[in-house]
Each structure stands twice: as C-alpha cells, then as structure tokens.
C-alpha cells in the first residue's frame, strides 16, 4: 500500500472515530436541551422556513415538522459541529505523538542489535552458557545450548537472508579477515537443503568423497535406489516400506473431491511397486520403464492382476476394484484412478526438475 493509501486510510478511521463520538456528545445535549433539563441556546433552522406550507396542513406543518422535526434536528447539527470541532482538536493533540509508532502488545518483542546482544549475554552468564557462533557485524552471540533449536532467518528479497546463513556457517569476515568462527570450523557433519543453490560451490568438495550431493542434475548425484529400501537383506519385501513410498509418490488429499480416486491410486500404485520389487535386480530406472511400458490403464490392470507377488501380498483385489472395466475398456472410474495416477507422476516430476 502507498505512502498516500495510507494516509487516506488513516484519516477515514479518525474521522469515523471523530463522528461517532461527536454524534453521541450532540445527541446528549441535544436532548437535555430539546426537552429543556439543560439550557443551552443553539440556533433554530425552523425560523429559516415558511409559515405555511401548501399541501401540509398548518397544525401538522407547525407543530410535528418544523415545532418537533426540524427543532430537534437543529440542536442535533448545532451540538454535532461544536462538539466534531472540539474532539477532532483533542483527538490530534492526545494521539499526535502516537501515530506512526508501532505498539507492543504481546509475543516476541523487537530488539535493536546492542540490546538484544546484552540480553543474551546476561542470559548466557545466568544458565552457564558460552557463543558457540557469532551473527552479523554486531556479533549477536549464539549460546551453545541454543544450538539445537530452530533459527528463522526472515527478511524481503535482497534484506540479506543468504548472508546471515553464510555467516552461520563459515563465520565473520572482515576485509576478507575472518574475525569469528563458523559451523564449519567444528568439523560437524552438515545437511544442507540448497535449492538456488549458493553453497554448493563453496562447501561441496568434489572427487574428494568426503561430502554427498543429492541433486538430479548433477553427474556426482547420489545413486538412490528406491527398492534398498523397499526389500530387506533377504530380498523380501517390506510391507511398511510399500506403504510409505505409496503414500509418500500418490498422496491422498482428504478435503479433495477426487479424494476416493486418488486412494484408488495409490492401492494401484502400490501393487506396481510389489510388482517390480519381485523382479531381477530391481531399480529405479526399471520402475520407470515399466510405468511407461503399461501407460495404458487396460494394459496394466492384466499386468498387475496376474502377477504372483501382487497376489501374495494381497493387492490383486484392489487393482481389479480400482480399475473397472467398461465396454472396451476402462469405464469412468478406472479413468478417473489412471487420471489420479498420471497426475501424482506429473507432480513428482515436476518436483524433480525444479529440485
């Protein structure tokens, strides 16, 4: 919102703050003195208009428009404009120096840097603690016990947020002098979730074997193979591990209206990943051939209902009550699980490329 929004803003409120209670003042006295408990003379409007008012009868005219209506609607404006006059006046002189200021009510409170470094300092020397880092040029000390807490760092485009992460993590430097310590320095093991990424080409020591990357695009990404964890030792398969891919690949949204096709899905799903769990050397690359070689929902519904491991583990029933069959084919609902399906792919893919 603009400078000038916000003024206009502003003024309606105190001016609908102003006539609220100017209305109340002036209905006040207005009363007191229309039905004359208090004399205070105002000016009539009543004298302004005729006599007579043709078609009005004269009684009606005399005594219920101008002798009751616009009487008392005189005191009302009389009253209203004084008292607007006198509140607007007291209204900016009492709130003048208060306006523009922010207002602490509750939670956490705002805290210059020098402040805030006094308070964790005494904080620290109260619960025997010591810096384990140091933040910004104005060394704002991290205590050692806070370390396995949460930190946010919260800012708008270009307010430093990646900076103050550096900092974290490789210390304090000044005219390329490093004047404190950074995580880095402990020789802890790191995780780091690197989506721009920035610290990549800092920290990631290539060839050296000592760090992983996980990143699709790059050639030294990890080689995960979802089916490690899908089988055991024994190369059986694990049932709970099934699950969690399922329900982790194919999500069931339970506020969505396709919330029935989508758990058909993954019942679906989860009878392909049984499927290529039982064959020769299962990996990722032969799970994706497998979903493209059988796109086609007809096609993978008699794939799936006649292979032996999902029938041992008890998901045939649920292939044939999730893709139904129509005349020639799949009939509306088994569309609609393929559909589902086809989207939780799109997703994930999606996700992949923009990792």
Not at 101 to 116: I, M, P, T
């Amino acid at each position: 919102m603009s400078i000038e929004r916000k003024n206009i803003v502003k003024f309606g409120r105190k001016l609908k703050s102003v006539s609220i209670i100017s209305a109340f003042i002036a209905f006040f006295f207005g009363l007191l003195t229309t039905r004359d408990i208090l004399y205070i003379p105002f000016y009539d409007f009543s004298n302004l208009l005729p006599v007579h008012m043709f078609p009005l009868p004269d009684n009606f005219w005399q005594k219920s428009i101008k002798g009751f209506l616009i009487y008392n609607l005189s005191a009302f404006i009389n009253f209203f404009t004084i008292s607007f006059i006198i509140t607007y006046f007291v209204h900016s002189k009492l709130f003048k120096d208060r306006e523009g200021e922010e207002v602490f009510k509750r939670g956490a409170k705002k805290l210059e840097a020098k402040e805030l470094v006094k308070v964790i300092t005494n904080d620290m020397k109260e619960k025997g603690d010591k810096p384990y880092v140091f933040l910004s040029k104005d060394k704002l000390p991290i205590p050692f016990k806070e370390t396995v807490r949460n930190f946010l760092f919260l800012g708008k485009v270009g307010s430093g947020k990646t900076q103050g992460i550096f900092n974290l993590v490789f210390g304090l430097y000044k005219n390329e002098k490093k004047e404190s310590i950074g995580l880095i320095d402990y020789s802890q093991t790191l995780i780091i979730y690197d989506r721009k990424p920035d610290f990549t080409q800092l920290l990631y020591r290539r060839g050296t074997g000592k760090d992983f990357l996980f990143d699709p695009r790059d050639t030294d990404c990890l080689k995960w193979n979802i089916f490690n964890d899908l089988l055991t030792r024994d190369k059986n398969i694990n049932e709970s591990m099934v699950d969690f891919f399922a329900q982790a690949l194919c999500p069931v949204d339970s506020d969505s209206k396709s919330s029935h096709f989508q758990e058909q899905a993954q019942a679906v799903f989860k009878a392909v990943l049984v499927k290529v769990a039982g064959m020769k050397n299962p990996n990722n690359k032969i799970l994706i051939d497998f979903l493209q070689a059988n796109g086609e929902g007809t096609q993978l519904r008699n794939v799936l209902i006649v292979d032996s491991n999902v029938k041992k583990y008890g998901l045939q029933s649920s292939v044939i009550n999730s893709l139904t069959l129509g005349q020639g084919g799949l009939d509306n609902q088994g569309n609609s699980v393929m559909s589902s399906l086809n989207k939780a792919f799109v997703k994930r893919s999606a996700e992949v490329v923009s990792f």
